[in-house]
């Protein structure tokens, strides 16, 4: 069974930042793709954003140029920098794994969530 264990939200002003970090359980987990997603209270879960097993990444248009998503294989991690937070950035924020190396399907394990506040 994978567990996806995130970590690092919290209450941040805007215009600061924050990195998550999600630690996967399970061997082999440099071939699979890795996807960070957030849910905002009243509103559906969206892609935030998404790396292939080969580093191949992909972004929603709203967190282009401001967050950045990478792997350690070494350390069976992904995380999400994320820079010049805005209030609209507010949501649960949750680590999944694709099934295979790309975004074919979409993912299979997701992770518990964890809470990001951007708030003055």
């Known amino acids: 069974q994978v567990q996806l264990v995130e970590s690092g939200g919290g209450l941040v002003q805007p215009g600061g930042s924050l990195r998550l970090s999600c630690a996967a359980s399970?061997?082999?987990?440099?071939?699979?793709?890795m996807g960070w997603y957030r849910q905002a209270p009243g509103k559906e879960r969206e892609l935030v954003a998404r790396?292939?097993?080969?580093?191949?990444?992909n972004y929603a248009d709203s967190v282009k140029g401001r967050f950045t998503i990478s792997r350690d294989n070494a350390k069976n991690t992904v995380f999400l920098q994320m820079n010049s937070l805005k209030p609209e950035d507010t949501a649960v924020y949750y680590c999944?794994?694709?099934?295979?190396?790309?975004?074919?399907?979409?993912?299979?394990?997701w992770g518990q969530g964890t809470q990001v506040t951007v708030s003055s």
């Open positions: 790396i292939t097993s080969g580093g191949s990444t």
């Open positions: 399970g061997s082999l987990f440099s071939i699979f793709a």
């Open positions: 999944s794994r694709y099934s295979g190396p790309s975004y074919i399907s979409p993912p299979s394990y």
